[in-house]
C-alpha cells in the first residue's frame, strides 16, 4: 500500500469502519424485531433462534476463505462486491413472508458479510503499518464496530415504532450503500498475489463442523439434550472439526496456518473475543425478549433501554486500547472476561422486576467488560501477522467473533428453551388441551396469548415464573463461561508488545502487498523482501512478549 496522506488515512478509516458498522448493526437490529416476529409470522422460540444464527452462522462459516480470497485478489473490489450483495439482500429480506424463506435470506446476508468484515480490518492494518497508530484505529474500528452490535436494538426499535419489521432490513440498504461509494472514491487497492488460492476442503470441513454444531444445540430442546440425534451431532462436530486440522497440516497453503495457534498472542486472544461475543449475543437475544414479554415495553423503549451497553462497549474499547500500553494485553483482557462474568452473575440473582436503574448498572459492567476485552485482544491477534497477511488474521478474528456470537444464541438460548418448557409443563398450562400447551411452550408469544385470551393470572405468573428460571439459569452458565475464560486468559495472554519505532510489532519487513493505481498521486514503495512464512512469524512474535 503506498504511502497516505493523514487526512486520506481518515477518509479510509471511516470508510471502513462505515462498512463494519452496517454489517455488525445486522447482527443485533433483528433482535428486538423477534417478538413482531413471533406474533406475525408464527415463528417459534427455534425459528428466532434460526433467524439470528443464519446470519452468524453463514458469516463465521465462510470469513476465513472470504478473507483469504481478498487477500490474493484485492481488498477493495472484495469490500465493494461484499457490500453491494449486503444492500441486495437486505432489500429481499424486508419482501419475505414465511420464517423459513427469512432464514435463506438471512444465510445470504450473512455470506455477504463474511466478505466485509474481515477486508475492512486488513484494510486498516495495510493503511497503518506503524503499531501505534494502527492500535489507535483499531481502537476506533472495535468502538465503531461494538457500538453497532449494541445499537441494533435501539435502532430497531425506533424503526418498529413507526413501521413494520421489514423496516429494520430496509435501513441497512442506505448504510451499505453509501459505504460502498466512499469505498470507491477512497479507498486505495491492495493485495498479496501469493496468498494462499482457495482452500476448498478446508473450506467444507470447517462450515460442516459449524453448522453441524450450531445446529445440534439449536434442536437439542426438541429432540432431548440426550437423544440419539443430539449425541450423534456432537459426534460428527468432533469428526469433522479433526478432519479440518489434518486437512489444514496437510496442505501446502492452508486456509490458516494452524501453527499461528502455539502462539498464546493469537490463540488466547482468539478465544476471549469468542467469549466476549458469545456473552453479548446470548445476553441481546434474551433480554429484548424480557423487557417486551416480561416487562411490556414496547419495541422503542427496548431499544432505548439496551443503549447503556452501547456507549459502555465504545469507552471500554477506547479506553482499552490505552490501558494495555500502560498495563499489557493479559490484565485488560481479563479483566474484562471478569467484568462480564459479573455482571452475568448479577443479572442471575436479580428479581423479575428489579428496578432499571440496577439494570443499568449490569448493562454498564457488560458493555466495559466487552470493549476491555475485544479491542485489546484484536490487537494481539493482527501483531501476530504482517500486513500481507492481514486479510487471514483479520478473518480469523472476525471468524471468533462471529462463531462466539453464534454458539450464544444457539447454547444460551436452547439453555432457555429447555428450562422454559420443562419449567412451563409443570404449571397450569398442563391442563389446557394438548395443541395449546405445547404451542405454549414452543413460543413465549404465544403462552402470553393464552394467558391473556383466557384471562387468568394464573397462567400469566406461569410464564414470568418459568421465563425469568430460565433466563436466571442462562445468565449463570455465561457468567462460569466468562470467568473460566478469564481464568484462561490470564495464564496464557503476553503481558505487553514492545513497541519499535515505525515497526508493526512482528517481523519488521514485511510489505508483501501489491499496490494498484487507485491512489491517485502516489507512487508504489520499492519491491522488498517476500513476506516471511507464518510460522516464522509466529515464532518471532512469541519471543517478544513479556
Request: hydrophobic residues 50%; charged residues 10%; glycine residues 12%.
Amino acid at each position: 500500500m503506498p504511502a497516505l496522506t493523514p487526512r486520506r488515512r481518515l477518509l479510509v478509516l471511516a470508510t471502513v469502519c462505515l462498512a463494519a458498522f452496517a454489517i455488525n448493526l445486522d447482527t443485533t437490529i433483528v433482535n428486538v424485531a423477534l417478538p413482531d416476529l413471533s406474533r406475525q409470522l408464527d415463528a417459534t422460540t427455534r425459528d428466532l433462534q434460526w433467524v439470528v444464527d443464519g446470519y452468524n452462522l453463514a458469516f463465521a462459516a465462510l470469513v476465513l476463505s472470504a478473507g483469504s480470497l481478498g487477500d490474493r485478489f484485492g481488498r477493495r473490489p472484495a469490500l465493494l462486491l461484499g457490500l453491494a450483495g449486503f444492500a441486495a439482500t437486505s432489500t429481499v429480506g424486508s419482501a419475505v413472508g414465511s420464517p423459513g424463506a427469512l432464514v435463506a435470506v438471512r444465510f445470504a446476508m450473512g455470506a455477504c458479510a463474511a466478505l466485509i468484515f474481515p477486508t475492512t480490518l486488513s484494510i486498516i492494518t495495510n493503511t497503518f503499518p506503524d503499531r501505534r497508530s494502527r492500535a489507535k484505529a483499531v481502537g476506533v474500528w472495535g468502538a465503531v464496530t461494538g457500538l453497532g452490535v449494541a445499537v441494533g436494538p435501539v435502532v430497531g426499535g425506533v424503526l418498529l415504532a413507526h413501521f413494520g419489521w421489514p423496516s429494520v432490513f430496509l435501513a441497512l440498504v442506505p448504510v451499505a450503500l453509501l459505504a460502498l461509494v466512499a469505498t470507491w472514491l477512497w479507498v486505495p487497492e491492495s493485495s498479496n498475489p501469493g496468498s494462499a488460492r482457495l482452500d476448498l476442503p478446508g473450506l467444507a470441513a470447517s462450515s460442516a463442523a459449524i453448522g453441524v454444531l450450531v445446529y445440534t444445540i439449536i434442536e437439542a430442546p426438541e429432540r432431548g439434550w440426550g437423544a440419539p440425534a443430539t449425541l450423534a451431532g456432537f459426534a460428527a462436530t468432533a469428526v469433522l472439526t479433526a478432519a479440518f486440522v489434518r486437512i489444514e497440516r496437510g496442505r501446502a497453503h492452508p486456509m490458516i496456518d494452524l501453527s499461528l495457534f502455539r502462539t498464546p498472542a493469537f490463540s488466547a486472544a482468539s478465544g476471549s473475543v469468542t467469549l466476549a461475543f458469545f456473552a453479548l449475543f446470548g445476553f441481546i437475544f434474551l433480554v429484548t425478549q424480557y423487557f417486551q414479554f416480561i416487562r411490556g415495553y414496547g419495541t422503542l423503549s427496548t431499544g432505548v433501554r439496551i443503549l447503556p451497553v452501547a456507549l459502555t462497549i465504545a469507552v471500554g474499547s477506547l479506553g482499552g486500547v490505552a490501558l494495555v500500553a500502560r498495563l499489557g494485553t493479559r490484565a485488560v483482557v481479563t479483566t474484562g472476561l471478569v467484568l462480564l462474568g459479573v455482571s452475568f452473575a448479577w443479572i442471575a440473582a436479580s428479581p423479575a422486576f428489579v428496578s432499571y436503574e440496577r439494570i443499568v448498572g449490569q448493562m454498564v459492567l457488560i458493555g466495559l467488560g466487552l470493549g476491555l476485552t475485544t479491542a485489546p485482544a484484536t490487537e494481539s491477534i493482527l501483531s501476530v501477522l504482517p500486513p500481507a497477511k492481514a486479510g487471514v488474521g483479520s478473518a480469523v478474528n472476525d471468524a471468533t467473533r462471529e462463531a462466539g456470537g453464534t454458539l450464544g444464541v444457539a447454547v444460551l438460548g436452547s439453555v432457555f428453551t429447555s428450562l422454559y418448557a420443562s419449567r412451563l409443563a409443570d404449571t397450569a398450562f398442563s391442563g389446557l388441551p394438548s395443541r395449546t400447551a405445547t404451542a405454549a411452550e414452543d413460543s413465549v408469544a404465544s403462552a402470553l396469548g393464552t394467558a391473556s385470551g383466557l384471562g387468568r393470572a394464573d397462567l400469566l405468573t406461569a410464564v414470568q415464573t418459568s421465563f425469568m428460571d430460565a433466563f436466571h439459569l442462562a445468565c449463570l452458565v455465561a457468567a462460569a463461561i466468562c470467568l473460566v475464560g478469564a481464568v484462561g486468559a490470564g495464564l496464557a495472554l503476553p503481558g505487553r508488545f514492545p513497541l519499535r519505532p515505525g515497526g508493526h510489532g512482528t517481523a519488521e519487513g514485511d510489505h508483501g502487498d501489491r499496490t494498484g493505481p487507485t491512489d491517485r498521486g502516489a507512487t508504489a514503495p520499492a519491491r522488498t523482501a517476500p513476506a516471511a512464512p507464518p510460522h516464522r512469524t509466529a515464532v518471532r512474535a512469541r519471543g517478544r512478549t513479556a
